[in-house]
């Protein structure tokens, strides 16, 4: 869904997907939840898949995650790249404490789980 980056962070904080201005937010090892047919909770078995996979927010492509949650936990990265960037962290940041990495660990964290 295509939102103005101001409200990055609701969607950030929902792990929910989402595209802005040079920011996006999706889930790596993508493939489409599809509820089984006789599911009669498909809240749960949306919550089971999500736990599975890393919700990553990124600036100006994929070479900057901003931010990662995974397994409970959300990740910041540490690194400075650009005041614009600097801009979209503060908008996408989670209202939750954060495990700061490095850019060079943020990649490392998502490359060990793929």
């Avoid at 005041?83 to 060990?112: C, F, G, V, Y």
Wanted: contains cysteine; aromatic residues 14%; glycine residues 4%.
């Amino acid at each position: 869904m295509r939102i103005a980056n101001k409200n990055a962070r609701e969607y950030v904080q929902r792990n929910e997907p989402f595209q802005g201005s040079n920011m996006f937010g999706l889930f790596e090892n993508h493939c489409e939840f599809e509820p089984t047919e006789d599911s009669a909770n498909w809240t749960q078995e949306l919550i089971e898949w999500k736990q599975g996979r890393p919700y990553v927010v990124y600036s100006y492509g994929t070479h900057f995650p901003m931010f990662i949650y995974l397994g409970n936990s959300w990740y910041e990265n540490s690194d400075k790249y650009s005041t614009s960037t600097s801009r979209q962290q503060s908008q996408a940041h989670p209202n939750e404490d954060t495990i700061k990495k490095t850019t060079k660990e943020m990649k490392e964290l998502l490359q060990n789980i793929r």
